[in-house]
């Protein structure tokens, strides 16, 4: 028993490092826009719906933002509550759109922890090259049970000025 104990912090020393080896996607923090209540709670922090705003790391011209709740309560003020899956996600072109290089069908463009262990949510980005069209997705997973629940947001390639349309196929890895 004593040398299971003994183990036993470089073990939890291991998860932890390997939960907290998110890559590159988090590289930005979120811009909060605003936050509303949604639930009042007594002498601790409410309920509340979060909107933020992000700009795609490889997409320059595409910003994308996000609504997710947050869970207020004694849980919540201490962040611990896992948070819900319930995530809407909107992409738009807001200026001219070029690219910074290749990416992959699938390539995170953001990840966020959702709860202390094992969830988390990622917005990925994908191109549908027959429409010359972005496409975003949001969705939270957990290492144990997945969830369902996701939001699509798609951003066509428009012109902008006098800048020329890339073809966002062009790239793709």
């Given at each position: 028993?004593?040398?299971?104990?003994?183990?036993?912090?470089?073990?939890?020393?291991?998860?932890?490092?390997?939960?907290?080896?998110?890559?590159?996607?988090?590289?930005?923090?979120?811009?909060?826009?605003?936050?509303?209540s949604?639930?009042?709670?007594?002498?601790?922090?409410?309920?509340?719906?979060?909107?933020?705003?992000?700009?795609?790391?490889?997409?320059?011209?595409?910003?994308?933002?996000?609504?997710?709740?947050?869970?207020?309560?004694?849980?919540?003020?201490?962040?611990?509550?896992?948070?819900?899956?319930?995530?809407?996600?909107?992409?738009?072109q807001?200026?001219?759109?070029?690219?910074?290089?290749?990416?992959?069908?699938?390539?995170?463009?953001?990840?966020?922890?959702?709860?202390?262990?094992?969830?988390?949510m990622?917005?990925?980005?994908?191109?549908?090259?027959?429409?010359?069209?972005?496409?975003?997705?949001?969705?939270?997973?957990?290492?144990?049970?997945?969830?369902?629940?996701?939001?699509?947001?798609?951003?066509?390639?428009?012109?902008?000025?006098?800048?020329?349309?890339?073809?966002?196929?062009?790239?793709l890895?």
């Amino acid at each position: 028993m004593i040398r299971f104990v003994s183990r036993l912090p470089h073990a939890a020393a291991l998860l932890i490092a390997l939960l907290g080896a998110a890559g590159p996607a988090k590289a930005q923090e979120p811009d909060l826009i605003f936050k509303k209540s949604t639930v009042w709670k007594f002498l601790t922090p409410d309920d509340k719906l979060a909107v933020y705003g992000i700009d795609d790391p490889v997409v320059q011209g595409v910003a994308c933002h996000y609504t997710q709740p947050e869970k207020g309560g004694v849980s919540g003020m201490f962040g611990v509550a896992e948070q819900v899956s319930d995530i809407s996600l909107a992409c738009r072109q807001i200026g001219p759109i070029s690219f910074k290089g290749k990416f992959e069908q699938g390539d995170v463009v953001f990840r966020e922890s959702r709860s202390i262990f094992f969830k988390r949510m990622q917005i990925v980005r994908g191109c549908d090259a027959k429409r010359n069209v972005l496409v975003y997705l949001v969705y939270s997973d957990k290492l144990v049970d997945g969830s369902p629940k996701n939001s699509t947001s798609s951003v066509p390639i428009m012109p902008w000025g006098n800048s020329e349309v890339p073809r966002c196929g062009d790239f793709l890895k």
